[in-house]
């Protein structure tokens, strides 16, 4: 009499368990064993759910930006924003105003900050399957003095528990990086070289292995720059597709700007020495040996290596055969503006200038606020 | 009547119990669930980063345990002639640290080297030594995360940082909108990184 009801407990209890633990361990599954895709090009398809992070303290860095770039999306676009509670999300809707775009809140409860672009790479799904694959980087850089930056590492935890395990998982990589290091298209992936100063004798032995765990990872070949300028990669060069990328030339910001700023553009200082234009050449250079025809596009880099007037920090939108560039742009450097405006044009695409004036001086423009989770087409 | 909602009474809590049992026995590491988790596989970590120049294998290597701010910033570079004759090489070691503009700019300032000095370095066949870096400044003086650097005829060994970590006091403000659960996982972040030296 005992026995029975206690006999078919256990036997529940295993099979709950089995259950549970399929469910659990499906969204914990190494990336090696999911069906992941590659990462996400750069260039390719129409945008379709993108991720930004907003913080109220930040709102003078990055509203303008947001508001420009928000009001300019078509309908078909989700904008998910990552952000510290509800009311930091009706903050950014009552700042955004009306807009065609939806935007979902993806409230985290925790420090972060208003940079998307570094905390993750997005995988494609398998073909013409489902979830996307958030690949975050094994550690933040400066988490360890920087409260909000070690919540940055748990915002794609946040978005992936939001979405689903259906829509997107979030998994670690063995690597250390920042989502901005990395520029791609359809044919391979850039990769600048701070990682390999940051992977190799840490992760890696050396850079034949980072090289081959990069190619595992993101499923697409690696070009690992030997010399690129500091920073990150949409700093100084962008896939444009069709086998193009534009790189940045700091001869041409001269040019165009002349030797002294106007006031208040570029406060470090411009960096116009013969060793940071050789660094430029270099990525073009790099480009053109991989087959790319190389379009250099007028930037200024500022002589604290992380302060740019880039023109490549965008995010690109191919829709119905129609390719759109949401491009940043800066007061008081209208002249620069309108040279790299000319460049995309000339490249095939309808230029939307996104005033980044607020955030560039804290070493982001477009690109590193707005990450893409998923593109169609 | 009793007897039977006793049997179906014993059988849900055995099943509840043995469920819980075996999933919290089994339980794998979500990422998506919280935080991203370590992988089930320990990630490498190398961490005495090392090269090989002249024949002699460098290494810099792990502190014991971590300095203190108020504490001399010492770092240690291991050299072992691997050859059958006496090696001298110029050996280059240095500090970098950075700093942080703000709160909410997107990464710290590019790091700087801040303490350098040339150390050359002779070792008779098959030698091997330990070579003490004193910079003869406070952890505290050395900016937020300071770094040892190595660099012999153009190559160099990059170090993470050792452990030492000098909060900016504006960074540590208690904030209203920070909650304790938060502040103490980015203290669990510390505490890997301080592990790992990574």
């Not at chain 1, 420009?68 to 904008?79: D, M, N, R, W, Y």
């Not at chain 1, 292995?209 to 697409?220: H, I, N, S, T, Y």
């Not at chain 2, 049997?7 to 794998?28: D, H, K």
């Amino acid at each position: 009499m005992f026995r029975k009801p206690v006999a078919f407990g256990i036997a529940a209890g295993l099979a709950l368990a089995a259950m549970v633990l399929t469910y659990a361990s499906r969204r914990a599954a190494p990336l090696s064993a999911r069906r992941a895709g590659p990462v996400l090009a750069d260039c390719d398809g129409a945008l379709e759910q993108l991720v930004i992070h907003y913080v109220p303290e930040a709102a003078d860095i990055v509203t303008e930006a947001y508001c420009g770039f928000l009001s300019a999306l078509p309908a078909e676009v989700t904008v998910h924003v990552v952000c510290p509670d509800a009311a930091a999300f009706d903050a950014l809707r009552r700042a955004a105003g009306p807009v065609a775009c939806t935007l979902r809140a993806v409230p985290t409860g925790h420090p972060m900050t208003t940079w998307s672009r570094d905390r993750w790479l997005s995988l494609s799904p398998p073909a013409g399957g489902h979830p996307v694959t958030l690949l975050t980087p094994r550690a933040e850089k400066a988490a360890a003095i920087w409260p909000e930056r070690g919540g940055d590492r748990l915002t794609a935890g946040d978005i992936a528990r939001t979405l689903g395990p259906d829509r997107a998982v979030a998994t670690r990589s063995d690597l250390l990086f920042d989502g901005g290091d990395f520029v791609a298209d359809d044919r391979c992936v850039f990769v600048t070289p701070s990682v390999a100063e940051r992977n190799i004798q840490h992760t890696v032995a050396d850079r034949s292995e980072l090289v081959r765990a990069l190619e595992r990872e993101l499923g697409r070949k690696v070009v690992l720059l030997d010399e690129a300028p500091p920073y990150h990669a949409g700093m100084f060069m962008m896939a444009a597709g069709d086998g193009v990328m534009l790189v940045g030339d700091p001869s041409l910001g001269r040019e165009i700007l002349g030797r002294s700023l106007p006031p208040g553009v570029m406060p470090p200082g411009a960096d116009y020495t013969p060793r940071t234009q050789r660094l430029f050449d270099a990525v073009a250079r790099r480009c053109a040996a991989e087959g790319y025809r190389v379009v250099r596009i007028p930037t200024v880099s500022g002589t604290d290596g992380r302060t740019y007037l880039t023109y490549l920090n965008v995010i690109l939108d191919s829709r119905s055969g129609r390719r759109t560039v949401y491009m940043p742009v800066y007061r008081g450097a209208e002249s620069l503006n309108k040279a790299a405006q000319e460049v995309w044009q000339d490249a095939g695409w309808e230029v939307r200038p996104v005033d980044c004036t607020a955030s560039y001086v804290h070493f982001g423009s477009l690109r590193c606020l707005v990450n893409v989770l998923s593109r169609s087409g | 009547m009793n007897a039977k909602i006793r049997s179906c009474l014993t059988a849900a809590l055995v099943a509840l119990g043995t469920m819980a049992i075996v999933v919290v026995a089994n339980w794998p590491n979500v990422l998506d669930a919280k935080a991203p988790a370590p992988a089930k596989t320990p990630a490498r970590v190398i961490k005495a980063p090392t090269m090989t120049v002249h024949g002699c294998r460098l290494t810099l290597l792990p502190p014991d345990k971590p300095a203190k701010g108020d504490q001399e910033y010492v770092f240690a570079v291991e050299a072992v002639n691997t050859t059958d004759k006496p090696v001298h090489f110029d050996m280059t070691v240095a500090v970098r640290s950075t700093s942080l503009r703000s709160r909410f700019s997107r990464m710290p300032a590019m790091p700087r080297e801040i303490w350098r000095q040339d150390c050359p370095v002779s070792l008779v066949a098959g030698e091997t030594r330990v070579i003490t870096v004193a910079t003869g400044k406070k952890a505290s003086a050395l900016g937020a995360m300071p770094s040892p650097h190595v660099t012999v005829d153009g190559k160099h060994l990059h170090g993470s940082p050792l452990g030492i970590f000098q909060p900016l006091r504006r960074l540590r403000t208690p904030n209203g909108n920070v909650p304790i659960k938060a502040i103490k996982q980015v203290a669990a972040l510390q505490a890997v990184r301080t592990r790992t030296g990574g």
